[in-house]
């Protein structure tokens, strides 16, 4: 076992929510605050560093984030600015603002291997997108979801199963969550 310490308190009088991912050694934690940026914290010593705030001029708030370390982006959704894409290729302690997608609300996504899965909330689908290029996001297929809520997705390490839970209960009929067959994503059964 190991000693677990808080590095640091990120006081936010607006929201309590958190999220965060990594890319290599850099932590990167966003908010609902509706204050500034997203914060970065940098474990490339062996000690954990807090870098502050970054780019505060372009992100507001963010309901979730997620990485695609393969591809060095950090998307931020439920953002001010849709989903928020940041490059940490070219600057992880300050990656800046890549590209921006507002088809769509997204609560919250899963990015793996050129695919992100974004979970729509109240549209009731999951979207399986091609972010091999994240200026030109494109949809592959949907996966419309029985309950009240997509709330987010997960995807086997494969690419053939989808899993999504619901946030909103619609009684005892409507399954908290749905697991698809992917192996065909313009198909999704």
Known sequence: GGVVKQLAWWSAPSSSWRSFTSIGAYVYVGTENRSRGFRVIDFTSGTPRDLGYVQTSSLTNAHDVAADPDAGFIYFTGSNQGVAIYDARTNP?????????????????????????????????????????????????????????????????????????????????????????????????
């Open 93 to 189: 302690r300050n990656p800046p603002l890549y590209a921006t997608w507002r088809n769509n609300y997204v609560h919250d996504a899963c990015i793996r291997r050129g695919k992100a899965y974004f979970a729509s909330g109240r549209s009731y689908a999951v979207r399986i997108m091609d972010v091999t290029n994240p200026k030109s996001i494109r949809l592959i297929g949907n996966c419309n979801t029985p309950g009240g809520y997509a709330h987010n997705a997960w995807v086997s390490e494969d690419d053939k199963i989808l899993c999504c839970t619901d946030e909103i209960s619609r009684g005892g009929n409507t399954p908290h969550m749905t697991v698809w067959d992917i192996s065909n994503p313009a198909a999704p059964r």
